[in-house]
């Protein structure tokens, strides 16, 4: 499957749901990406660190899953590279009324920086 989904923990010990994308994102993957991070699966409510590999790419059905995926307020972390990728992801957050509480990053690190800010309790707008 080409998005690798984990449970981890960053060194100040906040729980997050990491994400590797690689490869071709089909639907179906899309799909079981959705049934664990979703309320009601077993990784539902953990902040999401989203790395997108420049090589990545999401086909039309994944993304219309992604528009469909339902993380309420969870804070997703994005660390994208690659310019047009960032752009087609920002559009398919605002799609999926995750805008609010999705944040980019570059790198890696800043993005675990930003997860170890995150409180249960916090609601949106998450400053940077």
Do not use: C, W
Not at 84 to 111: G, I
Request: proline share 8%.
């Amino acid at each position: 499957m080409p998005i690798l989904i984990q449970k981890a923990q960053t060194s100040k010990g906040t729980h997050y749901v990491h994400m590797h994308n690689i490869g071709e994102i089909t639907g179906t993957d899309a799909e079981e990406m959705r049934k664990l991070i979703s309320t009601g699966g077993p990784l539902a409510g953990l902040p999401i660190i989203g790395v997108v590999d420049a090589a990545a790419s999401f086909s039309a059905e994944a993304r219309q899953v992604f528009t469909k995926t339902a993380t309420a307020n969870t804070p997703v972390v994005m660390v994208v590279k690659s310019a047009p990728q960032r752009v087609m992801l920002s559009f398919v957050a605002r799609l999926s009324s995750a805008a609010a509480h999705t944040t980019f990053f570059s790198n890696e690190t800043e993005a675990i920086e930003f997860v170890d800010r995150f409180t249960p309790d916090r609601t949106p707008p998450y400053p940077p």
